[in-house]
């Protein structure tokens, strides 16, 4: 496990570098299902409104955010930074050798999965759009044991391009870009039984000003 330490930069040479710019953070309660019994955990999603192709994944434990990033076909990091830090700095400088090529090894899969739009979804009198993730072929999906993400999405948040973790999703979208824009109000991941195993569910999402900054080893 690798710690850092952050630093705000007031002068930064940007050339030859990569800037990560970030201007919504999404908050969800993840519930889990096994055996009748129920866990669960908050995570943070950093996000661009207008570019989906990278998003920072956070977790807490112990006051140190856990964050995977992810630069689509580019690179990702797991890395490590005190939650008191990561609030206090609208930048955060890592170097480029905390990170490693990203290749998506899912991408073959667009031919296996695809993006359903299925019918709006009514919560407390709010209609909210609905899709869904799931194999082309339900007897493969049986014999395989996969599951399907279902989305369901806040339409007052259409600014928002859509927050996808899974490779196979992203590769998907890539491919097709047939899914409305949007935050989702809930996710749920339901497995090949039609279980419910997996349920993200939307907390809150404010503005903020954040970048990350990848800088050169040399």
């Known amino acids: 496990m690798r710690y850092l330490l952050f630093f705000l930069f007031f002068t930064i040479n940007i050339f030859s570098q990569n800037n990560y710019k970030f201007n919504y953070i999404s908050e969800y309660k993840v519930y889990f299902y096994k055996d009748e019994q129920i866990s ?49 700095s609208k930048t955060i400088v890592i170097p480029n050798s905390y990170f490693k090529k990203d290749k998506n090894t899912f991408e073959f899969q ?28 339900q007897n493969r999906a049986l014999n395989k044991k996969i599951g399907t993400y279902h989305y369901i999405i806040d339409k007052k948040t ?10 196979t999703a992203i590769a998907e979208y890539r491919s097709k870009k047939n899914i409305p824009n949007g935050i989702y109000h809930e996710k749920i991941f339901i497995d090949f039984r039609g279980r419910k195993k997996e349920s993200w569910k939307h907390i809150r999402t404010k503005k903020l000003h954040k970048e990350i900054i990848i800088k050169p080893d040399h």
């Open 40 to 88: 669960f955990k908050k995570i943070l999603y950093l996000t661009n409104s207008n570019n989906n192709n990278y998003i920072a994944e956070i977790t807490e434990k112990d006051s140190i955010y856990k964050v995977r990033f992810l630069d689509y076909k580019k690179k990702y990091s797991v890395f490590f930074i005190s939650k008191n830090e990561f609030l206090k």
């Open 158 to 167: 259409g600014f928002h391009k859509p927050i996808l973790i899974h490779p």
């Open 110 to 137: 667009v031919n296996n999965y695809a993006f359903y739009n299925l019918k709006d979804t009514l919560y407390n009198n709010t209609k909210y759009s609905h899709y869904k993730l799931s194999s082309k072929k």
